[in-house]
């Protein structure tokens, strides 16, 4: 793990750093009309054991970070993916950039988001990622019970 992990800044939690668990919550509105909803679902996250929950807005720099944060740390081996989709098509990148990665210019592979380009990670970044964590996707909800049974799923090894 980077010794000063998360390496990048954010709109985050953290939790235990040696938890298997991050958790990216889509982020369909402004960071200054975030609900409370949404806002529960990192705090139950990290209450619940991910080691790290956050907020995730867009498929260009919001995944870059999101990226350089999960290589950054070994110790995570599932990414939940929650909250409802954005107009920026988020959870929609994410899934094609897990099932397909990216082409030699950094786009993401069959993303039909807009500049859904993974600036500033190197590919070996993208590719380590990829292999390594497992995405689990439960987008499309804001339910904290949901998203808490997810964790501890993954945290048993339940899969």
Same mark, same amino acid.
């Given at each position: 793990?980077?010794k000063d992990?998360p390496?990048?800044k954010?709109r985050?939690?953290l ?6 668990? &991050?958790v990216a ?10 609900s409370?909803?949404?806002?529960a679902?990192? *705090? /139950?996250a990290?209450? /619940?054991? @991910? @080691? !790290?929950a =956050?907020?995730l *807005? #867009? @498929?260009n !720099?919001?995944? &870059?970070?999101?990226l350089?944060n999960?290589a950054?740390?070994?110790?995570? +081996?599932?990414?939940?993916?929650a909250?409802?989709?954005s107009?920026?098509? #988020?959870?929609?990148a994410v899934?094609a950039l897990? &099932?397909?990665?990216?082409?030699? =210019?950094m786009? !993401?592979v069959?993303a +039909?988001?807009?500049?859904a380009?993974?600036?500033g990670?190197?590919r070996? @970044?993208? $590719?380590?990622v990829r292999?390594?964590? /497992?995405?689990v996707?439960?987008? =499309?909800t804001v339910? &904290?019970k949901r998203?808490? $049974?997810a964790i501890d799923r993954?945290l048993?090894g339940v899969v």
């Amino acid at each position: 793990m980077a010794k000063d992990w998360p390496v990048e800044k954010g709109r985050y939690l953290l939790g235990d750093p040696k938890s298997p668990i &991050a958790v990216a919550v889509i982020l369909n509105t402004p960071y200054n009309e975030i609900s409370r909803e949404e806002q529960a679902l990192l *705090q /139950r996250a990290v209450g /619940r054991g @991910a @080691a !790290i929950a =956050g907020f995730l *807005q #867009t @498929a260009n !720099i919001g995944i &870059a970070k999101l990226l350089l944060n999960l290589a950054a740390n070994g110790s995570i +081996k599932y990414l939940i993916l929650a909250g409802r989709e954005s107009g920026h098509g #988020t959870g929609e990148a994410v899934r094609a950039l897990f &099932a397909r990665g990216v082409d030699e =210019g950094m786009t !993401i592979v069959g993303a +039909k988001a807009l500049d859904a380009v993974v600036r500033g990670v190197p590919r070996e @970044a993208v $590719e380590e990622v990829r292999r390594r964590v /497992r995405l689990v996707d439960i987008a =499309g909800t804001v339910d &904290a019970k949901r998203l808490e $049974e997810a964790i501890d799923r993954h945290l048993k090894g339940v899969v």
